[in-house]
């Protein structure tokens, strides 16, 4: 089974306003970067040249930009290589969650209909 999410519900409002703090490199590089963190639901590889691809900037506006996320706790660079989001961590365990009760009701549903 795939460790991807197919689906996940994203807070707009909370995005839009960790977005409106941040200049307009940093802001993008923080969105594509949450996404695919989103995406594969694990931490990042800290490869500039992959990273700076997917975030279509050159590789020293995102070693910057990277910087900046990490002083305002937008993200962490870990020591292992690695970069995470704890917002990302709690949107993965709330969809997470979510979906394990959506599961029970449905099973129960179905128990009751039978």
């Given at each position: 089974?795939?460790?991807?999410?197919?689906?996940?519900k994203?807070?707009?409002?909370?995005?839009?306003?960790?977005?409106?703090?941040?200049?307009?490199?940093?802001?993008?590089?923080?969105?594509?970067?949450?996404?695919?963190?989103?995406?594969?639901?694990?931490?990042?590889?800290?490869?500039?040249?992959?990273?700076?691809?997917?975030?279509?900037?050159?590789?020293?506006?995102?070693?910057?930009?990277?910087?900046?996320?990490a002083?305002?706790?937008?993200?962490?660079?870990?020591?292992?290589?690695?970069?995470?989001s704890?917002?990302?961590?709690?949107?993965?365990?709330?969809?997470?969650?979510?979906?394990?009760?959506?599961?029970?009701?449905?099973?129960?549903?179905?128990?009751?209909?039978?």
């Amino acid at each position: 089974m795939s460790n991807r999410n197919q689906w996940i519900k994203i807070n707009v409002e909370k995005w839009l306003l960790d977005l409106a703090d941040l200049p307009p490199t940093e802001g993008n590089v923080y969105m594509r970067l949450r996404l695919k963190m989103l995406h594969t639901g694990k931490p990042l590889t800290n490869n500039l040249r992959a990273l700076a691809s997917l975030t279509r900037c050159s590789i020293d506006e995102l070693d910057d930009a990277l910087d900046l996320l990490a002083e305002t706790g937008h993200i962490f660079l870990w020591d292992d290589n690695h970069i995470w989001s704890l917002d990302v961590e709690e949107e993965l365990n709330n969809n997470n969650q979510q979906s394990e009760a959506a599961w029970h009701k449905h099973r129960k549903d179905k128990e009751n209909v039978q």
